[in-house]
T-cell receptor, first 112, second 112 residues
Framework: DTEVTQTPKHLVMGMTNKKSLKCEQHMGHRAMYWYKQKAKKPPELMFV???????INESVPSRFSPECPNSSLLNLHLHALQPEDSALYLC???????????FGPGTRLLVL | AQSVTQLGSHVSVSEGALVLLRCNYS??????LFWYVQYPNQGLQLLLKYTSAATLVKGINGFEAEFKKSETSFHLTKPSAHMSDAAEYFCAVSDSNYQLIWGAGTKLIIKP
C-alpha cells in the first residue's frame, strides 16, 4: 500500500482566512514533505519533516506553517495568503529521506 | 549543482506508436533517477526508478527506462501508446541531500 491521502481536495479562501491542509499516511514512513505546484511546472519543495522534526524549510514565507503532530500526520496551516499562493499543494512521504517519495493527490487551493 | 533536462515540453504521438520521452541529468556521482506521471487534476505517481541495480528499469503501465551513464540519460519508452497515457511526465534526480531535482516536465499527447 503506497497511499498518501490529502484533505480537502479543493479549498477556496480569502486573504484574511485561516485554514489548514491535512496529509496522512499509514505506511510507517518517517519522512514527509510539502510541495507547491503551479500549473505546467514541476513541484517546488517547501518543507521536509524527518522523524517528526522539521529538517528543511525552503525559505517559505511565514504565512505557511507546517506541523507534524505524529509520524502519520502532516498539516500545513495557512494564514493571510496572497492570490499568488493559489496552486496545487502536494504532500509526499518516504520510508526515510533516502527512499522513494510517494505523493498524495493534492489540495487545489484558490486564494481570492 | 545537479540539474535535469527534459527535451520537449510537448510530445505528440499516434495511438499505437512508440513513446520516447527524453531526460538528461547532470550528476557527479551515480544518481538515483525517477520518472513520475501526473494525470490531469491529480497528484504524482511513481512510474519507475533507477537505483543502480540494473540499467534497464521496468515500470508500471508498460513503461521502461534505460540508464546510460556515458550519455547521462534516462529516457522513458513505451512500445505502444494508449490514449490513457496522455499526461505530464516528470524526470527527477535525487541530489546529495536526497532532495528531488525535477525536470520541467513533458506533456504527452496521444492522437487517435
Amino acid at each position: 500500500d503506497t497511499e498518501v491521502t490529502q484533505t480537502p481536495k479543493h479549498l477556496v479562501m480569502g486573504m484574511t482566512n485561516k485554514k489548514s491542509l491535512k496529509c496522512e499516511q499509514h505506511m510507517g514512513h518517517r519522512a514527509m514533505y510539502w510541495y507547491k505546484q503551479k500549473a505546467k511546472k514541476p513541484p517546488e519543495l517547501m518543507f521536509v519533516y524527518s522523524y517528526e522534526k522539521l529538517s528543511i524549510n525552503e525559505s517559505v514565507p511565514s504565512r505557511f506553517s507546517p506541523e507534524c503532530p505524529n509520524s502519520s500526520l502532516l498539516n500545513l496551516h495557512l494564514h493571510a495568503l496572497q492570490p499568488e499562493d493559489s496552486a496545487l499543494y502536494l504532500c509526499a512521504s518516504s520510508q526515510d529521506r533516502m527512499e522513494t517519495q510517494y505523493f498524495g493527490p493534492g489540495t487545489r487551493l484558490l486564494v481570492l | 549543482a545537479q540539474s535535469v533536462t527534459q527535451l520537449g515540453s510537448h510530445v505528440s504521438v499516434s495511438e499505437g506508436a512508440l513513446v520516447l520521452l527524453r531526460c538528461n541529468y547532470s550528476s557527479s556521482v551515480p544518481p538515483y533517477l525517477f520518472w513520475y506521471v501526473q494525470y490531469p487534476n491529480q497528484g504524482l505517481q511513481l512510474l519507475l526508478k533507477y537505483t543502480s541495480a540494473a540499467t534497464l528499469v521496468k515500470g508500471i503501465n508498460g513503461f521502461e527506462a534505460e540508464f546510460k551513464k556515458s550519455e547521462t540519460s534516462f529516457h522513458l519508452t513505451k512500445p505502444s501508446a494508449h490514449m490513457s497515457d496522455a499526461a505530464e511526465y516528470f524526470c527527477a534526480v535525487s541530489d546529495s541531500n536526497y532532495q528531488l531535482i525535477w525536470g520541467a516536465g513533458t506533456k504527452l499527447i496521444i492522437k487517435p
